[in-house]
């Protein structure tokens, strides 16, 4: 039985990994298109990349939004999971269930309710509006990660605290924030591959100036395919096994 889960663990992972597989080697194609067997090995299709004039903006715009993006989502995120597990309210349930709603809310949906709000108060087509919009996309894992940690945090350091005369920020910067930093890092990686690959709100809501590296991918696949689109997507892979390592890495901790 052990041998047959082992097995069927390995046939998922498998097929969750073969496109990836599958992209890898043609990013490193001497041709110009998307077959088997390679007709050589070649590094033109990251030059192209890296020489571009849009590749290299887009990713500059996909980092800054990410990290804008996953500051606000820490920024917002602390404080509602703290308040959440702090308070017993008649509607927490509730409370949480909306902050978690970007999670299931279909992205169309968020995108043209952001587009409709942000129009009016100027912060379409621009990086702000961008950085916000991928930032409320991010705070639901801030919330989930910081509960996490505070599942395992004693209350009753706090109230020793308060009884030695801290005050309650003064015992939340000094005792809670160091035990639950773990989780709070987690919680923005997660924001920042989360805005990383997020392509629909970016269609909406950004301009000629605020391409991303997906939405530059989305384009690039419109009239005619380039490998380097296969280029960038390998970089997209790497930024995120980066993050995954990161992240397990925290976990652990």
Do not use: K
Request: charged share 10%.
């Amino acid at each position: 039985m052990r041998v047959l889960l082992w097995a069927f663990g390995l046939a998922v992972l498998l097929f969750l990994l073969l496109p990836v597989l599958a992209i890898l080697p043609l990013s490193f194609s001497a041709g110009g298109f998307l077959h088997y067997p390679l007709p050589g090995f070649s590094l033109r299709w990251y030059r192209d990349f890296l020489a571009s004039d849009f590749w290299l903006p887009a990713l500059g715009n996909s980092l800054v939004v990410g990290l804008g993006a996953s500051a606000l989502a820490v920024a917002f995120g602390t404080p509602a999971a703290f308040g959440l597990w702090r308070a017993r309210l008649p509607f927490q349930g509730a409370i949480l269930a909306v902050l978690l709603a970007p999670l299931a809310v279909p992205g169309i949906v968020v995108a043209v309710a952001l587009l409709l709000a942000f129009g009016r108060w100027g912060l379409a087509n621009s990086h702000a509006g961008l950085i916000l919009a991928h930032a409320m996309l991010g705070v639901p894992f801030v919330v989930v990660s910081v509960l996490a940690s505070l599942a395992q945090f004693d209350p009753l350091l706090l109230r020793a605290a308060a009884s030695c005369g801290a005050t309650p920020l003064h015992a939340f910067r000094r005792i809670c924030l160091p035990r639950i930093a773990p989780g709070i890092a987690a919680g923005a990686l997660f924001a920042f591959a989360t805005s990383l690959d997020e392509v629909v709100v970016a269609l909406f809501l950004g301009g000629p100036g605020q391409r991303t590296l997906p939405r530059q991918m989305f384009a690039g696949l419109g009239d005619q395919i380039s490998l380097t689109v296969l280029a960038a997507a390998c970089v997209m892979v790497a930024l995120s096994v980066l993050l995954l390592a990161l992240g397990t890495r925290l976990r652990r901790r």
